[in-house]
């Protein structure tokens, strides 16, 4: 009985390294920090970092969430990121990953391995401040749409007022900040990332 126990967790342990070394690999590939991929799959940043060490063995329904979270398959994980990764990747309607702190955030765009450009929708409510966030890779820069209500963007020393309507790029490897200043309405933003 003892052999059968050492080579079941021989393989538990190899399955569990090689998933591991998938998840980081994925996830260095969207150049996605472990904070981020956390707030994408709802997996606790400490226990991602376990899994990518191997020293967390990931139960069926954590390698599901991770593998939405990066636009892959859950056996693609499993197999070590053997597996052929789809042309078209689809996020639909209710997936994206999201939460509230203080706006609410929403991913429209799947995780695609190898890209570097993130799409996201920010609801900021009346009188509410962004940030200031820290500076991000240098060569980032962030494309934001106003589609509704009013928004000060701040990049560094530079500020600029936008209404709905208005569009501004901003390269965001120095600190910045997002802020609605109408104190009685919402900004809708729509957010493009793009990492060098």
Not at 84 to 109: D, K
């Amino acid at each position: 009985m003892c052999a059968m126990e050492d080579m079941l967790s021989t393989l538990e342990d190899e399955i569990s390294l090689r998933t591991g070394r998938a998840v980081k690999q994925q996830r260095e590939a969207l150049g996605f920090s472990l904070r981020e991929l956390a707030a994408r799959s709802g997996i606790s940043s400490s226990m991602i970092s376990d899994i990518e060490r191997g020293a967390k063995s990931p139960t069926v329904i954590t390698v599901v969430r991770l593998a939405q979270a990066l636009g892959v398959s859950a056996a693609a994980l499993v197999d070590g990121g053997a597996s052929e990764v789809s042309r078209i990747l689809i996020l639909r309607r209710g997936e994206g990953a999201g939460g509230e702190h203080p706006a609410r955030w929403q991913s429209l765009s799947p995780a695609a391995p190898g890209s570097r450009i993130d799409f996201v929708r920010y609801e900021i409510p009346p009188a509410t401040v962004l940030g200031p966030t820290d500076a991000h890779a240098a060569g980032t820069v962030e494309h934001m749409h106003v589609a509704s209500g009013t928004v000060r963007v701040t990049v560094g020393e530079e500020t600029a007022e936008l209404a709905a309507g208005d569009s501004c790029s901003c390269r965001t490897d120095v600190s910045h900040a997002i802020e609605n200043p109408d104190p009685s309405a919402a900004a809708l933003i729509y957010l493009i990332v793009e990492r060098d």
